[in-house]
């Protein structure tokens, strides 16, 4: 605690009112800081655990600005007595979630598009290093960038057998006939229901992305895969920028990315879910 309060008198010039710590920061310790003039985020980590992990979090959120959404401000980011930090904008949480809003808003960053997929630094997923070297094809980004480096490290965790990552390659293989092409659109990365929060007046707040320029499905897939949402969001989304038909049947296949990635974070907890996508495409 001594050294947060010093990162926020060296910040900001005025010693911690109040410090309180947030839930759902798996990765980095997270606290809502009051000071005499203002509120605060800060988000802290050792140096040495993930480097410029906070860095790369400040380029994302000044990305996912780009669009509709209401995106926290970031005050600073830096370094003091070997703790990395991120100073954020407090915002008030509210009760609801406007959805309409939030369909309206995920059509205008999935409209941000790009030449190429993938992003011009890499990035994290939790506490996966997210490679996003540049492809212009997106079965082959989608392949070797997601799938086979996910399943490289489940396997060498011993959380997948041989059998399992020869199906990976067949899906992998079987991409062009699974899964439309897409132009590269910004996506979220990590958009569950964790990762959207609302102002006081329901307006929705992305936070904590994992962004890369991608297929626009990859949101919607993750955001059913971890969390509910309401049809109005998807219908008024669908309305501004219409997904190809047949995503319900499809989505499963960009639920295995970050279901590959819970599996290597979490443990063999998430292999049965990960084995019924295997047998379906198998």
């Known amino acids: 605690m001594k050294?947060?309060?010093?990162?926020?008198?060296?910040?900001t010039g005025n010693k911690p009112q109040a410090l309180k710590r947030l839930n759902g920061g798996d990765i980095n310790q997270v606290y809502h800081c009051i000071t005499k003039k203002n509120q605060f985020v800060v988000k802290v980590n050792y140096s040495e655990k993930y480097p410029k992990i906070f860095e790369k979090e400040k380029k994302g959120l000044e990305l996912l600005?780009?669009?509709?959404?209401?995106?926290?401000?970031?005050?600073?980011?830096?370094s003091?007595?070997?703790?990395?930090?991120?100073?954020?904008?407090?915002i008030n949480p509210g009760k609801f979630i406007n959805w309409e809003i939030f369909g309206e808003n995920l059509a205008s960053l999935h409209q941000i598009t790009s030449e190429e997929f993938g992003l011009d630094y890499d990035n994290y997923i939790g506490s996966i290093e997210q490679i996003n070297s540049c492809d212009k094809n997106w079965f082959d980004f989608y392949a070797n960038k997601r799938?086979?480096?996910?399943?490289?490290?489940?396997?060498?965790?011993?959380?997948?057998?041989?059998k399992d990552c020869n199906d990976i390659e067949h899906i992998c293989n079987s991409l062009k006939d699974i899964i439309p092409n897409s132009l590269p659109s910004l996506i979220h990365g990590d958009l569950w229901a964790g990762n959207i929060i609302?102002?006081?007046?329901?307006?929705?707040?992305?936070?904590?992305?994992?962004?890369?320029?991608?297929h626009p499905e990859i949101d919607w897939a993750m955001l059913d895969l971890f969390g509910n949402f309401p049809k109005i969001s998807f219908d008024t989304y669908n309305e501004i920028n219409p997904l190809e038909i047949g995503f319900q049947n499809r989505k499963d296949i960009y639920q295995l990315y970050p279901l590959l990635v819970h599996l290597v974070l979490f443990g063999s907890g998430y292999y049965s879910a990960v084995k019924r996508i295997f047998k379906k495409y198998s």
């Open 80 to 90: 003091l007595k070997q703790l990395d930090y991120l100073i954020l904008e407090y």
């Open 198 to 214: 609302s102002t006081e007046n329901g307006v929705p707040v992305l936070i904590d992305p994992a962004v890369y320029y991608g």
């Open 147 to 162: 799938l086979i480096l996910l399943m490289k490290l489940a396997r060498n965790k011993n959380l997948l057998t041989n």
């Open 3 to 11: 050294s947060i309060s010093e990162i926020i008198q060296y910040e």
């Open 65 to 78: 600005n780009k669009s509709s959404f209401i995106i926290p401000n970031v005050f600073s980011n830096g």
